[in-house]
């Protein structure tokens, strides 16, 4: 069971109300209280099925594989290990496609929720993960299989690569350094996801710490999104160009990487973000 319990004021509450329910939450319940506004998503899904949604597209851009997806955005970079493709099949693809349309409609945000073309695909099939026992990945006697979206075909798992531990953010350094494309995808999708975080904190949530802690405690994260951002923030102020993010090309973030930095995208604009200055 998550820990995480988001609380929504109204000025028609009794006073004193919202603090007692909160006090008795966190109190015998033992859960963790965030103050959220109230928004779609409130905090932890809006926030959490973003990042969940762009770190899924990129990963089919780069044409990797879910293992190779859900290694690099999970516990490489301090998050579980579901990744997200694992993630995905756990909540259901139905339930996530539905989740995706209603937030990308109600925040008028459809890029940002937009689906995984695979993630239709399999939905259309009725393959819904683990509801159906098949999805993004399937279990046939002792043998897992993972879903291949450029053929459409299950292909036997392989083993999860072995990645660098993350126990301090400063460990992200070396999620941001793998090399090839799981690398990418972590220089592609973090720094935009964290942006993305930053920038709606104080539409979601009453205290910035909240955000944190709603993704700590809602998600799973080891550290929550704006204390990671706080850590890598640049010494120097962002280079902005006007570009459509989705024609940046793999190469292009791969020679900013190698000088040791990372691009965020929001809307129509890449910004150019110098990581390496707190490490």
Same mark, same amino acid.
Request: proline content about 8%.
């Given at each position: 069971?998550?820990?995480?319990? #988001?609380?929504?004021?109204?000025?028609?509450?009794?006073?004193?109300?919202?603090? !007692?329910?909160?006090?008795? %939450?966190?109190?015998?319940? *033992?859960?963790?209280?965030?103050?959220?506004? @109230?928004?779609? &998503?409130?905090?932890?899904?809006?926030?959490?099925? $973003? %990042?969940?949604?762009?770190?899924?597209?990129?990963?089919?851009?780069?044409?990797?594989?879910?293992?190779?997806?859900? $290694?690099? $955005? /999970?516990?490489?970079?301090?998050?579980?290990?579901? &990744?997200?493709?694992?993630?995905?099949?756990?909540? *259901?693809?139905?339930?996530?496609?539905?989740?995706?349309?209603?937030?990308?409609?109600?925040?008028?945000?459809?890029?940002?929720?937009?689906?995984?073309?695979?993630?239709?695909?399999?939905?259309?099939?009725? +393959?819904? &993960?683990?509801?159906?026992?098949?999805?993004?990945?399937?279990?046939?006697?002792?043998?897992?299989?993972?879903?291949?979206?450029?053929? &459409?075909?299950?292909?036997?798992? %392989?083993?999860?690569?072995?990645?660098?531990?993350?126990?301090?953010?400063?460990?992200?350094?070396?999620?941001?350094?793998?090399? /090839?494309?799981?690398? @990418?995808?972590?220089?592609?999708?973090?720094?935009?996801?964290? !942006?993305?975080?930053?920038?709606?904190?104080?539409?979601?949530?009453?205290?910035?710490?909240?955000?944190?802690?709603?993704?700590? @405690?809602?998600?799973? +994260? !080891?550290? =929550?999104?704006? #204390?990671?951002?706080?850590?890598?923030?640049?010494?120097?102020?962002?280079?902005?160009?006007?570009?459509?993010?989705?024609?940046?090309?793999?190469?292009?973030?791969?020679?900013? $990487?190698?000088?040791?930095?990372?691009?965020?995208?929001? =809307? =129509?604009?890449?910004?150019?973000? /110098? +990581?390496?200055?707190?490490?």
């Amino acid at each position: 069971a998550l820990d995480l319990v #988001e609380t929504i004021g109204h000025p028609d509450l009794l006073p004193g109300l919202r603090e !007692r329910v909160e006090a008795w %939450t966190d109190g015998p319940l *033992g859960k963790r209280i965030v103050r959220a506004h @109230d928004r779609p &998503g409130f905090i932890a899904n809006r926030i959490g099925i $973003a %990042t969940m949604l762009e770190f899924m597209r990129t990963a089919e851009r780069l044409r990797l594989t879910v293992v190779e997806a859900d $290694a690099a $955005a /999970g516990a490489a970079i301090g998050r579980p290990r579901s &990744g997200v493709f694992r993630l995905a099949d756990r909540i *259901g693809l139905d339930v996530l496609a539905d989740l995706a349309d209603d937030l990308g409609r109600r925040l008028n945000e459809p890029d940002v929720f937009r689906l995984p073309d695979s993630a239709r695909e399999l939905r259309e099939r009725g +393959w819904l &993960g683990d509801k159906t026992g098949h999805g993004y990945t399937k279990r046939e006697g002792k043998e897992r299989f993972v879903y291949n979206p450029v053929t &459409g075909a299950y292909l036997p798992q %392989t083993a999860f690569p072995e990645l660098p531990p993350v126990r301090a953010i400063s460990d992200l350094a070396a999620a941001l350094k793998l090399p /090839g494309a799981m690398g @990418d995808l972590v220089r592609m999708a973090l720094p935009t996801t964290l !942006r993305y975080a930053d920038r709606v904190a104080a539409d979601v949530a009453e205290r910035p710490e909240d955000v944190d802690v709603a993704l700590r @405690d809602g998600f799973g +994260w !080891r550290f =929550g999104p704006l #204390e990671t951002l706080a850590a890598f923030e640049p010494s120097r102020p962002p280079v902005v160009r006007p570009v459509d993010p989705r024609e940046v090309a793999v190469s292009e973030y791969r020679e900013i $990487a190698r000088r040791g930095r990372a691009v965020a995208r929001d =809307g =129509g604009t890449a910004t150019v973000l /110098g +990581w390496e200055s707190k490490m």
